[in-house]
Nanobody, 124 residues
Framework: QVQLVESGGGLVQTGGSLRLSCAAS????????MAWFRQAPGKAREFVAL???????TYADSVKDRFTISRDNAKNTVALQMNSLKPEDTAIYYC??????????????????WGQGTQVTVSS
């Protein structure tokens, strides 16, 4: 059973950068879409970015042009580079794998493998 473990979270000032990493204990097949979600205090979990099985990348409007998702199938890792961070980016960030190969969407219900999350806090 593959497990996902996020790292790289922390405290950063407004305008700063962080790089999150998601390491899989097993192989990440390129046929699966990988995604990042986040959950702020008192709010529902929301989509952040995905790297689809086809290689295309999709971002939430709120992070477009600031965040970059990437994956390294050989190293079984998925990363999220976050630049120009804002206080509203404060949340727990989760990586996830889509439940089916050759599918891609933003809904969290489509993902069945999740990491434990890593906290990102952006101070104003």
């Amino acid at each position: 059973q593959v497990q996902l473990v996020e790292s790289g979270g922390g405290l950063v000032q407004t305008g700063g950068s962080l790089r999150l990493s998601c390491a899989a204990s097993g192989r990440i097949y390129s046929s699966y879409t990988m995604a990042w979600f986040r959950q702020a205090p008192g709010k529902a979990r929301e989509f952040v970015a995905l790297d689809s099985y086809s290689g295309s990348k999709t971002y939430a409007d709120s992070v477009k042009d600031r965040f970059t998702i990437s994956r390294d199938n050989a190293k079984n890792t998925v990363a999220l580079q976050m630049n120009s961070l804002k206080p509203e980016d404060t949340a727990i960030y989760y990586c996830a794998r889509h439940r089916s190969p050759y599918y891609s969407d933003r809904g969290e219900d489509a993902y069945d493998l999740w990491g434990q999350g890593t906290q990102v806090t952006v101070s104003s």
